[in-house]
């Protein structure tokens, strides 16, 4: 309960308030005076201060064992406040009549828990009433997205709070279906009543589609993931986008990090935008934008709207009243001053850099059912582009592996695997890299410190599949029939460059394993006739001595 302390008559406290938010709440002391209100957590920093003349209505809902104070403030915001004695209602109802000149009106709350009813909006609050009783308020601040989901349904998505732990509860997506007979009177007859509220609430949370009005616009950007071509407003707290289908909004704060890549092959660059709260298609949730822009695109000249927003600009800011450039160079110009971030590159601030054998800084490859993707070896990180966008550091890794690898110096397999095994236990396969690119990418890893391993193929056996393709792969060895080796004994197994011809290490190495599969086949010197016939039983080439010995049994026959 509350606990009323009277200071001089100029200061109210009440002890134990809970605000509620969509994540849930949070206890602190709320206090009011003369000039207005505020609440502060008591365990976090969180606070909210309001004057009282920015308070435009104020209720009393009775709950079922404590009473709520509902407030709508200038600008469309409401607070929930929960945790008030009975009491209470004469207190804070004299108070805010004699200082604040608003009234504290007793709101009932329906009991009957029905999930239809009507729409209401309020500034920039929707209200669902249940007869002609407030039900909720949803803030329409807190929509990230609103989409048609089919001809009687619309959908919002809600910003997430990245403060929130894990496994903490939060709203996410709410919808509503909307029939005909709910339009108003005064909708076009062209118009269903779908497509009216869906224009309503996209213009109620800022997130209308092409509305521009922001700092600068960026139109028909090339967008890979999601893909499509979007127009970008950019504003000093947030990012609003628009494409054919889906619009967004979403908050600077939310990117985390920024990668500026140049796509091997192509005169094009990719901007990735990583963030703390994906964005979402239906089920599907994008964690991170990729943009892709051409490295001599024509330069524009851009017109800044400063009057509007620069006092809201970071101080130090560099923005004119027209910005001339390449695209790819403005937009990241803006993005690296708004959010305070600068752009990860393939160049590494310490360490090698990594190059493959076109001295390009990735590697071409497959992964799940991307067959033409691009696996960018960083400082700390790999990064696969551009779908499904991957990021794996390597300080989660465990060891990597090179699957498929031929044996020796043969090149009967163009191209392998390499896997990538994580701590956590699951494992990412980049599928279909060119056999050279094996030499680079294991001294790359070892200069990382990453344990390399490999799982080689003998040729002659199943036609050059792995051997005991099914069964169990044990960490530190290959799959069973293949070598699994470290050091030099990896790069042996690579075979074609992999190996430095002038090293007497690698020689040696060699020398040792040819004497070991001498021993271990325990081999007598042979005739000629002898060898033609063990050729049919032992041997690297089994398949073609089956077929002389069926041969010579068709002649003596």
């Known amino acids: 309960m509350a606990s009323e302390d009277t200071q001089g008559g100029n200061v109210l406290q009440f002890q134990n308030i809970l605000l509620i938010t969509k994540n849930g709440s949070q206890k602190g002391v709320y206090k009011m005076n003369k000039n207005g209100l505020g609440w502060k957590a008591k365990a976090t920093t969180k606070s909210i201060a309001v004057k009282g ?51 504290l009106s007793e709101q009932p709350y329906p009991l ?15 209200i669902f009433k249940v007869n002609d009783q407030d039900a909720f308020t949803l803030p329409m601040s807190d929509v990230a997205q609103c989409f048609v989901q089919n001809k009687s349904e619309v959908s919002l998505e809600f910003h997430q709070d990245d403060s929130l732990a894990q496994e903490a509860d939060t709203l996410v997506e709410m919808r ?33 589609a092409g509305s521009g009005g922001g700092l600068l616009q960026f139109k028909g950007l090339q967008c890979l993931v999601p893909r499509g071509k979007y127009d970008i407003d950019i504003f000093p707290k947030h990012l609003k986008l628009h494409g054919r289908t889906h619009d967004y909004k979403i908050s600077l704060t939310s990117i985390y990090q920024l990668h500026e ?16 709260a994906p964005i979402s298609q239906g089920r599907t949730s994008y964690p991170h934008l990729v943009f892709q822009f051409g490295t001599e695109e024509d330069k524009i000249e851009m017109d800044v709207n400063l009057k509007d927003f620069e006092s809201k600009l970071p101080k130090d800011h560099k923005f004119t009243q027209k910005m001339k450039g390449r695209p790819m160079k403005i937009f990241k110009t803006v993005l690296t001053t708004l959010t305070g971030k600068t752009f990860v590159t393939t160049t590494p601030k ?18 799940k059912l991307d067959t033409n993707g691009f696996l960018y070896l960083l400082e700390k990180a790999f990064l696969y582009l551009p779908k499904p966008t991957t990021i794996l550091a390597y300080s989660d890794v465990t060891f ?55 799982t080689t193929v003998n040729e002659g056996e199943g036609n050059g599949k792995e051997e005991d393709e099914g069964e169990e792969r044990e ?10 080796k470290g050091g030099e004994g990896v790069l042996s197994a690579l075979g074609g460059g992999g190996m430095d011809e002038d090293s007497e ?33 032992t041997g690297k080439r089994r398949a073609a001595g089956k077929a002389d010995g069926e041969s010579e049994k068709k002649k003596k026959k």
Not at 112 to 126: S, V, Y
Not at 261 to 276: C, I, M, Q, W
Not at 424 to 439: K, L, M, V, W
Request: charged share 30%; aromatic share 12%.
């Open 176 to 208: 509503f279906y909307i029939p005909e007979a709910a339009a108003p009177k005064d909708v076009d007859k062209n118009e269903t009543a779908v497509s009216y509220y869906h224009k309503k609430f996209l213009a109620m949370a800022e997130i209308d």
């Open 112 to 126: 009957k828990a029905w999930n239809w009813g009507d729409f209401e909006f309020d500034d920039r609050n929707l």
């Open 350 to 367: 310490n360490g090698p850099e990594f190059k493959s054998t076109t001295d390009a800084p990735a590697i071409k490859c497959s992964f």
């Open 400 to 454: 990597v592996e090179f699957g498929r690898m031929s044996s020796g110096t043969s090149t009967s397999t163009r191209t392998f695997d390499f896997i990538v095994h994580t701590k956590n236990g699951s494992d990412y396969a980049f599928t279909g890299i060119a056999r050279p690119e094996s030499n680079n990418l294991y001294h790359f890893m070892e200069s990382k410190g990453i344990t390399a391993k490999i």
């Open 53 to 103: 003349a920015d308070v435009v209505r104020a209720s009393w809902i009775k709950l079922a064992k404590v009473n709520q104070l509902k407030l709508l403030v200038k600008g469309g915001t409401t607070y929930q406040l929960n945790g008030f004695a009975p009491n209470d209602f004469n207190t804070l109802s004299n108070w805010m009549r004699d200082h604040f000149d608003v009234t």
């Open 261 to 276: 890549l140049p796509r091997p092959g192509y005169k094009n660059v990719f901007y990735v935008l990583s963030l703390d």
């Open 505 to 537: 290490d690698d020689e040696d190495f060699m020398a040792k394993d040819e004497e070991d599969e001498d021993d271990e086949m325990d081999m007598e010197p042979l005739d000629k006739k002898e060898v033609d016939k063990d050729a049919i039983i």
């Open 475 to 484: 960490k530190g060895e290959g799959r069973r029939g293949g070598r699994s």
